[in-house]
């Protein structure tokens, strides 16, 4: 089965595998990317690439003009965000809303334009890439883990509400995957946190910024590469009935199991040894 999808966020990690997996299965691949280097490297590649601010609305709307100028869609994939880490009380209003342009209101706005091609073909997918976060909170992750839970229940109320149309829209859940997350959430963590002046100056410098500026010890033992995220976007996005929901690792069912039946203290327990 091929048929033509947009990815966003191509630049690496689970948006690049997903790009040259379905490239590779017969799908007409267009990636996005928000830096001209990372533009010129999916293009030479041979894919379709088209830059991609999700937090500029103008960006957005040149995306998706110009990405049905080149033919129609069959399914989207919001695969782009990045993180902002840090203590929630040292988050600034801005910073917060920053997080919430990319990885909340420019993936809704970008499905927002695409739901009407979809209708109008009379079939659609939608794929939107979740997190671990976005079931479970845990500590020094709070913006992140509020942007997955917003796209969490934006997703469940929008699958609902299109359950009478030939739209199919699913979740996935990945957990921890090799990816470039970390380093890229550096640049964020530097313009909107000031650890020093922090109450928790101590406790960033025993954990976070080691987590952040330091190689890791060793690599998490649920760790899965990104193929595990594709496999399931494939599923998604060609099974006859695609699932609502996917979960990729073993946090993300232990923890989707475990939103269900366990009380909040015990979720607490876990997600402060998370």
Not at 11 to 25: N, P, Q
Not at 121 to 145: E, F, K, M, Q
Not at 194 to 211: E, F, H, V
Request: proline share 8%.
């Amino acid at each position: 089965m091929g048929g033509r999808v947009l990815i966003t966020g191509c630049s690496s990690g689970i948006g690049l595998d997903a790009a040259r997996h379905l490239r590779d299965r017969g799908w007409q691949v267009v990636a996005t990317c928000r830096r001209p280097e990372d533009i010129a490297a999916r293009r030479a590649e041979g894919m379709e690439c088209l830059p991609l601010e999700l937090a500029d609305t103008a960006s957005v709307r040149d995306c998706v003009r110009a990405a049905l100028d080149g033919g129609p869609l069959d399914a989207l994939i919001n695969n782009a965000a990045f993180a902002l880490p840090g203590a929630v009380e040292d988050i600034p209003r801005e910073g917060l809303r920053a997080i919430f342009e990319a990885n909340l209101f420019g993936t809704h706005d970008l499905t927002t334009r695409l739901i009407p091609h979809f209708r109008a073909r009379g079939a659609g997918r939608i794929v939107n890439i979740s997190s671990v976060l976005g079931l479970i909170g845990i500590p020094w992750r709070g913006p992140y883990v509020a942007t997955k839970f917003a796209l969490e229940g934006l997703t469940d109320v929008m699958r609902l509400e299109l359950a009478d149309t030939p739209i199919h829209v699913s979740l996935i859940e990945p957990g921890p995957i090799a990816s470039k997350i970390r380093e890229n959430a550096i640049p964020h963590f530097e313009r909107w946190v000031n650890w020093q002046a922090s109450p928790r100056a101590g406790d960033y410098r025993a954990t976070l910024l080691k987590r952040l500026y330091e190689p890791a010890a060793k690599k998490d033992r649920f760790e899965l590469p990104p193929q595990a995220v594709s496999q399931r976007i494939t599923h998604a996005l060609e099974a006859p009935r695609p699932k609502p929901r996917y979960y990729v690792t073993v946090p993300t069912r232990v923890s989707g199991i475990g939103r269900r039946i366990l009380p909040t203290r015990a979720l607490d327990w876990f997600a402060r040894r998370g």
